[in-house]
């Protein structure tokens, strides 16, 4: 456990391999202006070509579209999703004429994360050509499940657990709590808890399971828009990842890494 007050304060630490690690899904998104050709099979054709090397599979969605105004995300009606992924569909990218996203369930490193996310969002580049972000947003979900669960006061630092692992939480159905940081230039949402069997606080994120678990989830984004550059958003996502890490290491404790077969 990182014995300081800031997780943001100092340069992140190092990275502890957890070859049995609890994170669920990871995901990178770049939201920009809408551009609408995106809908039209024979604009994005370009695009799969160029993808279809790593991301075979391609599926075409309805899903509804949103967009971002001063007051938040208004809905504007359903738009195409194309869904490219790898033969085990356990890597996604999503396009939509509002935003890219990469999507891992089998993550394995920062840097294999991080190539991919520069590879997709060089082509998207190349063939979409977006002239501005809105957001850049990184996420990760780390999701205990089994008898951790129960064992989550050694798991995690007491400022984080709050009243779970307390005499009461045997009797705990639900517990959330949702904190918003802001570190230099971005904005962390920061949400952990229990939550009871075959339920979820995010459905497209997190599957719901028959079973009792404790999540982390971690949502770091920019706060302003800024031209469309690969360079910078891949500066900006491995700054995102880094810092989401400290955090995360701020939250557990030498326990939990050993648990998921670390060694701090």
Wanted: proline share 11%.
């Amino acid at each position: 456990m990182l014995a300081i007050d800031d997780p943001f304060a100092s340069p992140p630490p190092d990275e502890v391999p957890l070859p049995h690690a609890p994170l669920v899904r990871v995901i990178a998104q770049v939201r920009f202006p809408l551009i609408v050709s995106v809908e039209r099979r024979e604009f994005i054709a370009p695009f799969q070509e160029a993808i279809r090397g790593a991301y075979p599979v391609l599926r075409q969605e309805q899903t509804q579209a949103l967009v971002v105004t001063p007051t938040g995300p208004a809905p504007i009606g359903p738009q195409a999703t194309w869904r490219f992924a790898d033969l085990d569909e356990k890597w996604r990218v999503s396009l939509t004429p509002g935003f890219l996203a990469l999507e891992a369930t089998a993550y394995t490193s920062r840097t294999d994360f991080l190539r991919r996310l520069d590879d997709v969002v060089r082509t998207l580049d190349q063939h979409v050509a977006p002239k501005l972000v809105d957001r850049l947003g990184i996420r990760f979900i780390d999701r205990v499940a089994g008898p951790a669960v129960d064992d989550i006061a050694n798991l995690v630092r007491p400022e984080v657990r709050g009243i779970v692992g307390a005499l009461a939480s045997g009797r705990m159905q639900h517990t959330i709590t949702e904190t918003i940081l802001t570190p230099e230039g971005a904005r962390l949402l920061a949400r952990w808890g229990i939550l009871p069997p075959n339920q979820t606080i995010d459905p497209s994120g997190i599957e719901p399971l028959p079973e009792r678990t404790w999540i982390l989830d971690l949502d770091m984004s920019s706060v302003q828009p800024f031209p469309f550059s690969p360079s910078r958003i891949g500066a900006d996502a491995k700054h995102f990842a880094e810092q989401i890490y400290a955090f995360f290491r701020w939250v557990v404790t030498d326990e939990f890494l050993r648990h998921y077969g670390g060694k701090p």
